[in-house]
């Protein structure tokens, strides 16, 4: 019995003798081969998805600015329009604000106007739908080559309210007022010229729009 397994022993030794000669590798080394490659494949793999995730990611957030961009830009536009409009006005000496501000003076200075309405007279513009008296009701036009602006306005004082329309043409020196004039509102009523310069100038059939000038003839 011990030289049968002495023998199976030799054998046994034999064969990894010969497969070792002949470079063949043993069935440990070709499953642990097996092993790093199917380890390296799954790092491949998981390296491509990482890649494909971040090119997803870096894209979406590249379009996000530049939405953001776009809304920002689009922003500053308006604003910068809305700025040049308003600073357009303010410096302009002919606008309807610049016309209003010195109509209010001579209007509010005028004895019968304070005799009619009473002290502390204020003036305001058209209510808007929030409710705000801001909006000057103008009406820009061009006679004779020479600009023209139709403005309306409000007074309040003390006792009673009434309504200003007012006519303003540029001329070779600037401007001036063509007429003003103020409407007591209810009754009784009355008109009051404050201002009226149109004898000295050739008068040139002009349509008067009724929303600026109410009932009175020009």
């Not at 007279?121 to 004779?144: K, T």
């Not at 001036?176 to 404050?194: H, M, N």
Request: include cysteine; proline fraction near 3%.
């Amino acid at each position: 019995m011990e030289i049968l397994i002495l023998r199976m022993n030799l054998h046994q030794r034999c064969i990894a003798s010969r497969l070792k000669d002949y470079n063949i590798p043993s069935f440990k080394s070709f499953s642990t081969s097996l092993n790093f490659l199917q380890q390296r494949k799954a790092a491949l793999s998981k390296h491509v998805s990482d890649r494909s995730q971040t090119f997803g990611h870096k894209a979406k957030e590249a379009t996000r600015t530049t939405w953001y961009t776009g809304v920002v830009l689009a922003g500053i536009g308006v604003t910068g329009l809305m700025m040049y409009s308003v600073f357009k006005e303010l410096l302009s000496s002919f606008s309807p604000q610049k016309i209003y501000d010195v109509a209010v003076k001579k209007c509010i200075n005028h004895p019968r106007v304070i005799d009619f309405l009473g002290d502390s007279i204020q003036s305001y513009g058209e209510e808007s739908r929030r409710g705000r008296r801001q909006h000057i009701s103008h009406f820009p036009y061009e006679l004779d080559g020479h600009k023209g602006m139709r403005v309306k306005f409000h007074l309040a004082g003390q006792r009673r309210t009434a309504t200003a329309h007012l006519d303003a043409r540029e001329n070779d020196s600037g401007w001036e007022f063509r007429y003003i004039y103020v409407q007591i509102d209810g009754y009784p009523y009355e008109t009051i010229v404050v201002e009226d310069n149109r004898s000295s100038e050739r008068e040139t059939q002009f349509s008067v729009p009724t929303e600026l000038t109410g009932s009175v003839n020009l």
